[in-house]
């Protein structure tokens, strides 16, 4: 079992920058694949950026390309999520994902495990 607890959030004005955190905890926490997706009101579960188990390949949503960049600390066990250039669009709850595996998946049935989620709310 794997326990994801999501930190950072919050209000930001548009334009401006914002962090987001996620730590793991429990079992075989060098063997996972880690990822951001948020959900807006009304709209589905979208994936924003993953991170593979070794930390060498990174993926992103088109819609934060450029803007967005996830990182993983030395001790493998938390996920950062840098958010620059933040626009009102990108309000939304924010969900840390991981699966015991090597690869990113951007499909929310590939992760077995989600933290609680934090809100992000960016005004205009």
């Known amino acids: 079992q794997v326990y994801l607890a999501e930190s950072g959030g919050g209000l930001v004005q548009a334009g401006g920058s914002m962090r987001i955190s996620c730590t793991a905890s429990?079992?075989?926490?060098?063997?996972?694949?880690m990822a951001w997706f948020r959900q807006a009101a009304g709209t589905e579960r979208e994936f924003v950026a993953g991170?593979?188990?070794?930390?060498?390949?990174?993926f992103y949503g088109d819609s934060v390309k450029g803007r967005f960049t996830i990182s993983r600390d030395s001790g493998k066990s938390t996920v950062n999520l840098e958010m620059n250039r933040l626009k009102p669009e990108d309000t939304a709850v924010y969900y840390c994902?991981?699966?015991?595996?090597?690869?990113?998946?951007?499909?929310?049935?590939?992760?077995?495990?989600w933290g609680q989620g934090t809100q992000v709310t960016v005004s205009s």
């Open positions: 991170i593979s188990r070794d930390s060498i390949t990174t």
């Open positions: 429990g079992r075989d926490l060098n063997n996972l694949a």
């Open positions: 994902a991981a699966r015991h595996s090597r690869s990113v998946a951007m499909t929310t049935d590939l992760y077995g495990y």
